[in-house]
């Protein structure tokens, strides 16, 4: 974890690094604050039309750890940031930054391929019944 956070500090700066270490504290609207402060961080620095190796590669050399899922002909690579309330049923409700590249075929997944078309927050329950 503390790579992650280190990664992300050096991207978005001082306040990205507080609001990482402590994402449950204060109110929602600090919650909500944060998280779009990273987002857009993140969004000015990386911006739609870059290749997605180069996407992953800055990412790596920050130390930041992704996931990458596939849906739908469209490759996506996560960064998670925090943590929101989540119901009964979900024992998580995870805050992500999300990175959308084009993929023409199945087979390009595992590929360095792909173009960024969008970055943005996204929220995923987790565990759910």
């Known amino acids: 974890m503390g790579a992650l956070i280190a990664g992300r500090a050096n991207f978005t700066g001082a306040a990205g690094h507080a609001f990482a ?13 944060g998280f779009q402060f ?3 961080s993140y969004s000015r620095g990386l911006k739609p039309g870059l290749p997605r ?13 992704f996931e990458t899922m596939w849906d739908n002909r469209t490759l996506t690579d996560l960064v998670k940031i ?3 309330d989540h119901p009964w049923y979900c024992s998580e409700n995870s805050v992500f ?4 590249f084009a ?3 199945w087979g390009e997944a595992a590929l360095p391929s792909g173009v960024l078309t969008r970055v943005d927050r996204y929220d995923q329950m987790r565990g759910c019944l």
């Not at 270490?21 to 604050?33: C, D, F, M, Y």
């Not at 990412?59 to 930041?64: A, D, N, P, Q, V």
């Open 103 to 105: 993929q023409a075929e």
């Open 53 to 65: 190796k180069t996407v992953e590669d800055y990412l790596k050399s920050k130390g930041t750890a």
């Open 21 to 33: 270490l402590h994402p449950a504290r204060g109110s929602k609207k600090k919650r909500e604050a």
């Open 97 to 100: 930054i999300r990175f959308q």
């Open 38 to 40: 990273l987002a857009e």
């Open 82 to 84: 925090g943590e929101e």
